[in-house]
């Protein structure tokens, strides 16, 4: 089970509404947590360096200029003016001049996939960018181990990530509660942040490994069959990318929450474990919770 101790605070008179601080986050979980945003920053830079040297992705086992397999180019167009960026996206061809394909760097206009400031290095060094990426994501792995097994012993994994009929159930007016922004759950996990966390710790982050792995030779040598589950190294290369992609919108819009809930309150529980939440909130949470194990 998980350790959720709660604590009530009353307030002086003029200030009657009590509130209660709930454990929500134990220490592996937050520890685990900060590992994978300092890795996911190292390991977005670096692969958006690696990707700069071919910065095409395509479908199948083939890649090159005599195949026609291609889904999405980011390049730059030589004109008058110098080169212009363009990404054609499953044929179909948009103007990213500036973002993709060409952007300035030390004052010029250069051909480059990603732009300077989102690449690790910010020059051209596909050299550090692997040595940098194959390191942070190392790290990611260990850590999801580590988070998983701790994850299963202290029941974090169950009560808190694995949605139950329950959360499915309720999960329309969680959504509901999401658009009029009512957070308060009663310091527990609500049922769409179960589900999005299920999605991203059991799904995507296992599926951006395995497809990182797929691209190794070395690993290609000791489990060739990983390759022909993904289709192909370009394949896997695509999946890897576009998973990256998710984890991308995956954190943005976990950021606008976190701002949207209470910054304050939300990084206080991400660092020391403690929530605040209503005492009413709580005990209807607690109650509710109760009813569904009935």
């Keep these: 089970m998980s350790d959720l101790r709660t604590q009530t605070v009353d307030r ?3 200030r009657p509404r009590p509130y209660r601080l709930v454990y929500r ?10 590992v994978w945003a300092i890795s996911f920053l190292f390991l977005l830079m670096s692969g958006l360096q690696i990707f ?13 200029f005599q ?10 167009e030589d004109t008058k003016n110098g080169p212009v960026g363009k990404t054609t996206v499953l044929g179909r061809a948009f103007d990213t001049d500036g973002i993709l394909g060409a952007s300035r760097q030390h004052g010029q ?11 690790l290095p910010n020059s051209t060094d596909l050299a550090t960018g692997r040595i940098i990426h194959f390191f942070f994501a190392w790290i990611l792995v260990g850590t999801l181990l580590v988070w998983l097994l701790f994850s299963i012993f202290n029941g974090h994994l169950k009560s808190d990530v694995v949605p139950t009929t329950f959360d499915l159930r309720n999960l329309p007016r969680d959504l509901v509660e999401h658009f009029k922004l009512r957070f308060d759950s009663g310091g527990r996990y609500n049922p769409l942040q179960k589900i999005t ?6 799904v995507i982050f296992p599926l951006l490994v395995a497809t990182g792995l797929s691209m190794s030779p070395g690993i290609d040598a000791v489990a060739p069959w990983l390759l022909d589950i993904f289709g192909g190294r370009q394949t896997a290369r695509t999946i890897h990318f576009l998973t990256m992609t998710l984890l991308v919108i995956f954190v943005f819009i976990h950021l606008v929450m976190v701002l949207a ?26 109650t509710s919770s109760l009813g569904s194990e009935k």
């Design 12 to 14: 002086p008179r003029n």
């Design 67 to 76: 195949f026609d397999n291609a889904i999405l180019t980011i390049e730059a």
């Design 109 to 119: 206009q250069t051909e480059r996939g990603f732009p300077s400031w989102a690449t």
């Design 197 to 202: 966390y299920a999605i991203v710790l059991l």
């Design 52 to 64: 700069n040297a071919r910065p095409v992705l395509y479908v199948g086992s083939q890649s090159g």
């Design 25 to 34: 986050q134990n220490a592996a979980t937050r520890l685990t947590h900060w």
């Design 261 to 286: 809930a209470g910054p304050i309150n939300e990084l206080r529980s991400m660092t020391t474990g403690w929530y605040r939440t209503r005492k009413a909130a709580a005990e209807a949470n607690s």
